[in-house]
């Protein structure tokens, strides 16, 4: 082999395959390996066939292989396997050599692994990629974080295999550094389990209370798809709805309901827990899928918990209407919380993250690319320091004009027994949000109760902590420690 490859990637499942599919259509010349390596065989005699793709049968062929510095990309199962390729790797690379995780992996990891390989003279890139099967062949979202001495060198590649937005820019750059971009990736997908789970519940409203059959249905999401709520979600939605099975009748209809997940969606939850952060929306559509998954025990229950039978009076078309203003304000509500989660995750790791460019990462390529991340990224230009997105100028007025329904809708779902944890948590987030008081008072005195924990006082100035001897038998010493 005379000509060294500009990219070595391990792993040709789907994502792999079509990612080096990608690169070799951008010009660049990419080693393989797969751990079974007659997959790598299989790949050069099909769809990688008579192109600049050169198939290697060991880690040290795909390592000798390279251009230096090397650069190899990970494609493999998140946990141990990544760890396992590491360590397989590092005897046959050199000090500057450059290792990419382009897995959904956990960011505590990456952080881990990042310190691990510098130690060693190495350099890691842990990258979130977005989009799916067709997004990683035609252009994804990249989110790259780890070593920022490697940036400069994966950077061409990345950029001209991501989707680029209307003015030709990028969905990739430099998020920051350690797990920095598994961190945004994770968000990222949190936000997708948020709206998936509002569609879905919009979806139930519309058969369950409107008694709209998928036909109708299929239009309203086609009519929302050109509007404010345009998306790639809303529009695959618009298509499932229109899919026939092969006796002519929908195709949705015959799916049994019980949801996957990976994981993504709970590590999102879980950091939000670890970092003290209200992420209620995205925590339902998490809980939601589990509460699917009960099938059988759902089945026997529905038997038997019955509520009242009550119908809906409402007008139709307005009640549609509603729907989308509830949908919007929601969806609002959900990306508020995320960005939220990574303002705070980037002030416990000192990571400098560009709220803005972030929306624009996800505004070509990956799954929640909609019109709607245009208008966060300007939010976060009008005001790098937007406490919430909430608060800008644009989302609070769009989200009062919005509200009026949005509770006319939640109000309705629960008097007929609709289930919806996204639409109502979202709603219950935005008027705790917006309450000037909350009764935490009554909670705090509770608290110092029966564990001495302390409160603050309205009437003294912040920082100065009181207990009181609630029963006469407390006494007067109280907890060392107090937590918010």
Not at 115 to 142: H, M, N
Not at 153 to 161: C, D, E, N, S, T
Not at 238 to 243: A, K
Request: glycine share 12%.
């Amino acid at each position: 082999m005379n000509e060294l490859a500009d990219i070595g990637l391990v792993g040709l499942a789907v994502m792999g395959e079509n990612l080096v599919l990608n690169m070799e259509s951008k010009g660049f010349v990419v080693s393989v390996y797969n751990r079974t390596t007659e997959k790598v065989d299989q790949f050069l005699a099909g769809r990688g066939k008579d192109k600049k793709i050169f198939g290697c049968h060991s880690l040290e062929e795909l390592t000798r292989s390279l251009k230096s510095p090397r650069k190899v990309m990970l494609m493999v199962k998140a946990g141990k396997a990544v760890d396992d390729f590491i360590e397989l790797l590092i005897p046959h690379l050199e000090k500057g050599d450059i290792i990419i995780d382009g897995g959904n992996t956990l960011y505590t990891d990456t952080n881990r692994r990042t310190k691990y390989l510098e130690d060693k003279g190495l350099l890691y890139i842990g990258t979130g990629v977005s989009g799916g099967e067709e997004g990683a062949l035609l252009g994804p979202s990249i989110m790259p974080g780890g070593s920022k001495a490697a940036w400069p060198f994966v950077k061409p590649v990345f950029q001209a295999i991501a989707a680029r937005v209307a003015d030709g820019t990028p969905c990739c750059d430099w998020v920051g550094e350690n797990g920095a971009g598994h961190f945004v990736k994770m968000v990222h997908n949190g936000i997708e389990y948020g709206d998936m789970q509002l569609i879905c519940e919009a979806y139930q409203i519309m058969k369950e209370v409107l008694g709209m059959s998928a036909d109708e249905m299929q239009n309203v999401f086609a009519e929302w798809n050109k509007g404010s709520l345009e998306s790639y979600l809303i529009e695959i939605t618009r298509d499932i709805l229109g899919f026939k099975d092969e006796d002519g009748g929908p195709l949705v209809d015959k799916i049994l309901d019980t949801a996957g997940q990976k994981g993504t969606g709970k590590w999102t939850g879980i950091a939000a827990l670890d970092l003290g952060v209200p992420l209620t929306l995205i925590g339902e559509a998490v809980f939601a899928r589990i509460v699917s998954s009960q099938k059988d025990e759902r089945v026997n229950a529905a038997g038997k918990l019955t509520i009242p039978k009550i119908a809906f009076s409402g007008n139709k078309e307005q009640f549609i209407k509603d729907l989308e203003n509830a949908l919007f304000a929601s969806k609002v509500v959900s990306y508020a919380q995320g960005y939220l989660l990574m303002k705070s995750a980037a002030g416990e790791y000192g990571w400098n993250l560009n709220y803005g460019g972030i929306a624009l990462l996800w505004r070509g390529g990956c799954i929640i690319r909609s019109v709607f991340l245009g208008k966060i990224k300007d939010a976060f230009e009008n005001n790098p320091q937007l406490p919430n997105l909430l608060l800008d100028p644009y989302f609070k007025d769009k989200i009062l004009q919005s509200q009026e329904g949005w509770r006319r809708v939640v109000t309705t779902a629960i008097q007929l027994g609709i289930s919806v944890p996204a639409f109502s948590s979202a709603l219950t987030y935005f008027d705790g949000y917006r309450s000037d008081r909350l009764p935490a008072n009554l909670l705090q005195a509770q608290r110092d109760y029966f564990g001495a924990h302390t409160y603050e006082r309205t009437d003294r100035p912040r920082g100065e902590f009181f207990h009181t001897n609630w029963t006469g038998r407390g006494g007067e010493t109280s907890s060392s420690t107090y937590t918010v």
